[in-house]
Every structure is written in C-alpha cells, then in structure tokens.
C-alpha cells in the first residue's frame, strides 16, 4: 500500500435533502400487523425518512443546492459534480449526469463513484487528490439513496433498517499546509463476503432473460447481516489503529468519531471497540436508520451544524460496506 500523505481539502458547506415524509416504527409496527414496539426492538430506528415520489436526482438536487448556499457559493464555480450512490434512478446514464440535468448545468463535468454505504468516503479520497493536482478548484460531491425502494417488507431486519435521503458537500483545496486536510485514508476489499449484501437482479449476471420465476424477487436488497458483522468485526480493530498510524496520530487527538450509520450492532461495535465516550461519535441512527451512501455525509453535516466539530479539529471517519470493504479517513477541518 502506498504511504498516505496529508492531502489539503476544506469543506465550504454541507447540505440534507428534506424527506417528503418520516414514517415512525409504530406505524411500521401497525402496517405490518406486528404487536407495538416490535420493529424498534428488532432495529432500534425510531423513525426514518421516505421519499414515495420523487427520485434520487430530485433529493440529490435538493441537498446540493442546500451545500451551496451554506458554502456561500454560486453553482456557476462548481468544477465538477460527483455522485457517490449505491443505487441509481436507472442504469444509464449515471446519476451524476441526471442531478446535472436537475441542476441546470452545462458543460461541467459529471460522473459517478458506486462503492455502496461508503461511497462518500471514496468521494473525499478522490476529490481531494484531483484538486490537490490541480485539476478542479471545487467539486460538489453528493451521496443519495432511496433505499426504500428496494426494500422487501417480509424482511423486517432490512425492512425496518433503512432510511431514504440524501447528503452534500461543496469541497475545494487549501493552500495551507497546516490547513484543513485529509491526513490519511484507507480501504480494504474483503470479497469472500461479496454476496452477503447485494441486489442480485438488473446488472449483466442475472438479466430478465435469464431468469424464469417473477423478475421482481431479484431485485430486491437481500443483506446476511450476521455474516457482514463477522467480516468487519474481524479485521475493524487492526484496521483502525493502521489508519491512525498513517494520520499520524492518537485516537485520543480524533475529535469526533462519525461512522456510518450501518446497525443498532454496528453502532455499538464501534463505542465498544474504539472504547471512546458515546458523546464523542456522531450516533443518528434511531431517527435516521440506515441510508445508505448517505448515511454518513449526513452524520457529517450534522456534527459540523451543531458544532460539534468545528476549524481545526480532526474527525475520523469510519464505515463498511457491501463487497465487503472497510473505508476510513482521518479528516483535519
């Protein structure tokens, strides 16, 4: 693996999409004709935003715009927008282009990183290299998922787990050297476990054509949540202390703590083995559940609004995803 390097990269703004609407677990609960408190039990979300309507361009659209009015900057000084989805409004062409469309934009371009729950993370790693080059000035990166969509209600650990929404940042490069920066990051593919979270239908494998039964039944998410919990609790201790070390620092110099907010047992595998304070990790999960690629640029956004991370502190971010691959990144602000 190569060294990492501190590579400059300030966050102008970040900015949420508004769900349509907020569906609590009670209603869940009556929905699915379960005794109350059933589907808070068994996911620990109290509630979590939906979008019936719209599409993910449109939500996309809406928490960018939202990034560049607390960046305090016009669309027109974008340099190229990036879209960091696990799933996609359709198959071509990418979503990036599509919420380019929504955005009103010409020329700049738009392209997508698909690297599922941690696709934000990979974003940051890119970006902050292709301005570190040179070659933009400022990138709109965005992470949208409506996972509801996708969702079979007779699997209440899926079904009651996930949220829709959707998260944006406006970054640009800092000429600082003791500045903002993204001081090391690291990802690592564990792929005997590739199929353990995964939408088996719509791609070259598994088309209509070669499949007989109802085309819809693989098209829903299908997640072994024990299995991707096995995989990431085995390699998350040395996985952690690699990435602090090539930060350069403690975990006691990380200010705050913003996981991806994958599980009730994720969330408490991360306090119980980083073995920090609760207050110290950005934890949203019972009002958000799980969104996805959103999940943790809406985290993000929510510790920097409430200040609770500020100039000059470092964060570490950390997060799985399917494949299964491990995504963190120490970020100086």
């Known amino acids: 693996m190569t060294a990492n390097l501190p590579r400059p990269l300030r966050i102008l703004g970040t900015g949420l999409s508004t769900p349509e609407a907020w569906v609590d677990s009670d209603t869940l609960d009556a929905r699915l004709g379960l005794a109350a408190g059933t589907v808070y039990a068994r996911t620990g979300v109290a509630r979590r935003g939906?979008?019936?309507?719209?599409?993910?361009?449109?939500?996309?659209?809406?928490?960018?715009?939202?990034?560049?009015?607390?960046?305090?900057?016009?669309?027109?000084?974008?340099?190229?927008?990036?879209?960091?989805?696990?799933?996609?409004?359709?198959?071509?062409?990418?979503?990036?282009?599509?919420?380019?469309?929504?955005?009103?934009?010409?020329?700049?371009?738009?392209?997508?990183?698909?690297?599922?729950?941690?696709?934000?993370?990979?974003?940051?790693?890119?970006?902050?290299?292709?301005?570190?080059?040179?070659?933009?000035?400022?990138?709109?990166?965005?992470?949208?998922?409506?996972?509801?969509?996708?969702?079979?209600?007779?699997?209440?650990?899926?079904?009651?787990?996930?949220?829709?929404?959707?998260?944006?940042?406006?970054?640009?490069?800092?000429?600082?050297?003791?500045?903002?920066?993204?001081?090391?990051?690291?990802?690592?593919?564990?792929?005997?476990?590739?199929?353990?979270?995964?939408?088996?239908?719509?791609?070259?494998?598994?088309?209509?054509?070669?499949?007989?039964?109802?085309?819809?039944?693989?098209?829903?998410?299908?997640?072994?949540?024990?299995?991707?919990?096995?995989?990431?609790?085995?390699?998350?201790?040395?996985?952690v202390d690699e990435l602090l070390c090539d930060a350069g620092v403690e975990l006691s110099d990380i200010r705050r703590v913003v996981p991806h907010q994958a599980s009730m047992l994720g969330m408490q595998h991360v306090f119980k083995r980083l073995g920090v304070p609760r207050e110290r990790v950005e934890d949203i999960f019972a009002t958000h559940g799980n969104q996805v690629s959103a999940s943790l640029p809406t985290a993000l956004h929510h510790a920097l609004a409430n200040r609770r991370l500020v100039a000059g502190d470092t964060a570490l971010l950390i997060g799985t995803a399917a494949g299964v691959t491990l995504g963190g990144a120490v970020l100086r602000l």
């Open 50 to 239: 939906v979008e019936p309507q719209r599409n993910a361009a449109e939500v996309s659209a809406e928490a960018a715009h939202a990034a560049l009015s607390a960046a305090n900057v016009p669309i027109e000084s974008i340099d190229a927008v990036i879209c960091a989805n696990a799933s996609h409004d359709q198959a071509m062409p990418c979503n990036a282009a599509l919420l380019h469309r929504a955005l009103g934009l010409r020329k700049v371009p738009a392209f997508d990183i698909n690297a599922s729950c941690i696709g934000f993370l990979m974003g940051l790693d890119l970006v902050a290299s292709l301005l570190q080059s040179g070659r933009y000035r400022r990138v709109l990166l965005v992470s949208c998922d409506l996972a509801s969509r996708a969702l079979d209600e007779r699997d209440l650990d899926t079904f009651g787990l996930f949220g829709d929404g959707a998260a944006a940042a406006v970054l640009s490069a800092c000429d600082s050297d003791d500045g903002p920066a993204l001081l090391a990051v690291r990802f690592e593919t564990w792929s005997e476990a590739a199929h353990a979270c995964e939408i088996p239908g719509g791609g070259s494998r598994l088309p209509p054509s070669r499949y007989d039964g109802d085309y819809r039944d693989v098209c829903s998410f299908r997640m072994d949540g024990k299995r991707l919990y096995r995989v990431a609790a085995e390699h998350f201790d040395r996985f």
